[in-house]
T-cell receptor, first 118, second 112 residues
Framework: AQTVTQSQPEMSVQEAETVTLSCTYDTSENNYYLFWYKQPPSRQMILVIRQEAYKQQNATENRFSVNFQKAAKSFSLKISDSQLGDTAMYFC???????????????FGTGTRLTIIP | KAGVTQTPRYLIKTRGQQVTLSCSPI?????VSWYQQTPGQGLQFLFEYFSETQRNKGNFPGRFSGRQFSNSRSEMNVSTLELGDSALYLC???????????FGAGTRLSVL
């Protein structure tokens, strides 16, 4: 069974600053994907970034980047130049590689509530 | 392309009733997954459908069921509602093999 742990229930940061959200996971699988999803007050779950476990290079999407440490089973999200629109719940999520038929189950962490202060 | 559409957005039911929630996936997506989100339990996987077949099921009682139609639209049903079923129910669709799930805005169910 897979588990995902987010140890920071809440964080806040001043606008334009950089913030890092932590995530650790546990699995015996070797092929998997990791994600960060964002859920603003509108409730819509939005994909922020994806990391494939077989790739050593850390994923980057504009102001969002990850620090993926496979051996340590760590997957943190860095948000640079934070903006008011980044205020949301952030969920770390895990899925075993869907290369094999029949696995589309995401396992989520408990989330980190991030507030960007003007 | 239109996103994942869930209807209705809000529902209020009383204990003992049953409810049906609907999800229309992104065009071309054949996999539909359902999740329950509550403050206490967080996000929990309910089940996943692909080509009208349930492929995966989470640890929920048999009162929770679902189905998928030939056009990939999916419904989930909860019978004999309990107070603890009050939650945000999220539907997600994916292009099988991509590993990425796209979520709808959810249905907020309140059981009184």
């Amino acid at each position: 069974a897979q588990t995902v742990t987010q140890s920071q229930p809440e964080m806040s940061v001043q606008e334009a600053e950089t913030v890092t959200l932590s995530c650790t996971y546990d699995t015996s699988e070797n092929n998997y994907y990791l994600f960060w999803y964002k859920q603003p007050p509108s409730r819509q779950m939005i994909l922020v970034i994806r990391q494939e476990a077989y790739k050593q290079q850390n994923a980057t999407e504009n102001r969002f980047s990850v620090n993926f440490q496979k051996a340590a089973k760590s997957f943190s999200l860095k948000i640079s130049d934070s903006q008011l629109g980044d205020t949301a719940m952030y969920f770390c999520a895990f899925i075993v590689s869907v290369q094999f038929f029949g696995n589309e189950k995401l396992t989520f962490g408990t989330g980190t509530r991030l507030t960007i202060i003007p | 392309k239109a996103g994942v559409t869930q209807t209705p957005r809000y529902l209020i039911k009383t204990r003992g009733q049953q409810v049906t929630l609907s999800c229309s996936p992104i065009s071309g997506h054949r996999s539909v997954s359902w999740y329950q989100q509550t403050p206490g339990q967080g996000l929990q996987f309910l089940f996943e459908y692909f080509s009208e077949t349930q492929r995966n099921k989470g640890n929920f009682p048999g009162r929770f069921s679902g189905r998928q139609f030939s056009n990939s639209r999916s419904e989930m049903n909860v019978s004999t509602l309990e107070l603890g079923d009050s939650a945000l129910y999220l539907c997600a669709s994916s292009l099988t093999g991509s590993g990425i799930q796209y979520f709808g805005a959810g249905t907020r169910l309140s059981v009184l």
